[in-house]
């Protein structure tokens, strides 16, 4: 798990100045609902970024002492790219949370693989809700085991033992459809420009 070293911020520095020096302004909040004002360089926690999990988990070493935290949310400034701000959350191994978690599939449905048909995910996460140190990074689904017009729905996945779903039980995640066929007809083609591949020289 990836360790990130940060420092306080000083309030009265502000935060566009410490943007141009490649520290990144970010808060903290505690898990007694307080708000810290923390930094970091930049470089850092891009580096930090890949090679954190799916949940985002991260170990934090501040000047108060190690602890383990989940980012919630990071900005950007979409035309640079540069990272804006950032907010972490201080969890415990004990936590109960609920968050969102990556759906995944595995195999290949025997219709998808003889190209008559496709495999549609619906939604690419679950709520789940339990402790932190239960909660997977991803979900494996199984489809291969699908046939034609088949789906998996939340209710039949099945979670590591402690994490109960958040989700509606009939949400649909993966499902098998028939491929279209497409008729070409004179009536279905559009018609050639006929300028545009005239072989009659234009007149000067």
Not at 31 to 57: C, F, N, P
């Amino acid at each position: 798990m990836s360790i990130l070293k940060v420092q306080r911020r000083d309030p009265a520095h502000q935060a566009r100045k410490l943007r141009k020096q490649g520290i990144l302004p970010m808060a903290l909040v505690r898990r007694d609902h307080s708000t810290a004002l923390i930094q970091v360089q930049e470089d850092e926690l891009r580096r930090a970024l890949k090679s954190i999990d799916g949940l985002g988990r991260l170990d934090l070493e501040t000047e108060d002492g190690k602890m383990k935290a989940v980012i919630r949310n990071i900005e950007k400034d979409y035309n640079t790219h540069l990272l804006t701000h950032a907010v972490l959350q201080e969890v415990s191994e004990d936590d109960l949370v609920r968050m969102d978690v990556a759906v995944m599939s595995v195999g290949t449905p025997q219709a998808v693989a003889d190209g008559q048909a496709n495999l549609l995910q619906q939604t690419d996460h679950l709520k789940v809700r339990g402790k932190m140190s239960a909660m997977p990074d991803h979900i494996e689904v199984d489809v291969s085991h699908l046939e034609l017009g088949s789906n998996v729905s939340a209710h039949e996945v099945a979670l590591p033992e402690g994490i109960t779903l958040q989700s509606s039980p009939d949400s649909v995640l993966f499902s098998v459809t028939a491929l279209k066929e497409v008729s070409l007809t004179p009536e279905t083609l559009e018609p050639a420009n006929e300028e545009a591949v005239s072989e009659e020289p234009a007149s000067e």
